[in-house]
């Protein structure tokens, strides 16, 4: 074992597993949410999304591939949102973006839903949610992708 674990590194960047609110994940999943908006962003690139539904689905619900990250003021997510289906008032962004300067849109595509959502533990030993995210470690990412991969052969 060893105390800095390998991190995934996709074609486009790195792979997060990202707590996402029922309500917004479930947006995800039937295809109509395009856009996570966050008030900061991982430091590393991102090219593929775990969305973990948090309390009470707790739940890894799909992968999804990140097109591109978007740094830009308020206003203009809210554009963004409004495009893209943000799943959110103006009053609910501008409220969750309140004293920041800029925020992040993530622009999602090519969404791949678990059929049986994923147990965390069946690729984390042991879970605790993220509040946020947490990067995924190679073996993690490959795991929840051969997870995907026996749904399809079934």
């Keep these: 074992m060893t105390l800095f ?16 609110k029922p309500k917004f994940a479930n947006l995800i999943v039937d295809g109509s949410k395009l856009v996570e908006l966050r008030r900061t962003t991982p430091a590393q690139n991102v090219g593929t999304i ?3 539904s948090s309390s009470p ?5 799909a992968l999804v591939d990140v097109k591109e990250t978007i740094e830009t003021s308020p206003n203009k997510l809210w554009e963004i949102s409004k495009g893209n289906g943000g799943g959110l008032t103006k009053a609910e962004l ?3 973006f309140d004293s920041k300067k800029t925020g992040f849109a993530i ?3 090519n969404v ?5 959502p994923v147990i ?3 690729v984390f030993k042991p879970f605790s949610a993220p509040q946020s995210f947490r990067y995924l470690t190679a073996k993690e990412l490959n795991k929840l992708e ?9």
């Design 112 to 116: 791949r839903v678990f059929r049986k």
């Design 94 to 96: 501008i409220a969750y």
């Design 5 to 20: 674990p390998e991190y995934s590194n996709t074609q486009n960047g790195s792979a997060i597993l990202l707590s996402v």
């Design 120 to 122: 965390p533990t069946k």
């Design 50 to 52: 775990a969305i973990y």
């Design 146 to 154: 051969q997870l995907m991969v026996a749904e399809v052969k079934k």
């Design 57 to 61: 689905v707790q739940m890894i619900v």
């Design 107 to 109: 622009m999602l595509h």
